[in-house]
């Protein structure tokens, strides 16, 4: 029976590779991989983020909901709001919060009722369907970004 052939500098290379695998930072690898996710669920919920409609002559302007995901810093895009966000590592998860801190942000998301009490305003749900639709994309980012270290490592 014959198992097949091996070069010997092949099985060197491979351990030389797998050595450069074991000394990558891995902690380092997953607080980049959740600022990306992070930046992307900022790419899908601004867009999605009402502005409001106010007459001119009310002298007000919308948007404020919307800016508010990136700090309120004006000129901030997700992304770059995203890269400065914290990661807590809890366990074997890693967490970050992205919040938008406009007081009446859940109410927009998840409905309300009118002034008076008399109706409801239904909510938006432009955070939740940001959110699910990450979960989708999440596992081909995430595969992405791991492909992306191993060839890196492998040099392929």
Request: proline residues 5%.
């Amino acid at each position: 029976m014959r198992w097949g052939q091996c070069s010997y500098k092949q099985l060197q290379k491979l351990r030389t590779n797998m050595a450069k695998l074991q000394s990558v930072d891995m902690q380092k690898f997953c607080y980049d991989a959740s600022r990306e996710l992070a930046a992307r669920l900022l790419a899908l919920v601004i867009p999605r983020t009402p502005v409001g409609q106010y007459p001119k002559a009310s002298g007000k302007k919308g948007g404020t909901l919307r800016r508010g995901w990136t700090g309120k810093q004006s000129g901030s895009s997700g992304t770059a709001y995203a890269q400065g966000l914290p990661v807590y590592k809890q366990g074997v998860n890693y967490h970050i919060e992205v919040i938008n801190p406009i007081t009446y942000a859940s109410y927009v998301e998840f409905g309300h009722r009118t002034p008076g009490g008399k109706g409801w305003v239904p909510g938006q749900y432009f955070l939740t369907l940001s959110e699910q639709d990450l979960e989708k994309m999440a596992p081909a980012v995430l595969e992405k970004k791991l492909e992306q270290l191993l060839r890196e490592v492998f040099n392929v």
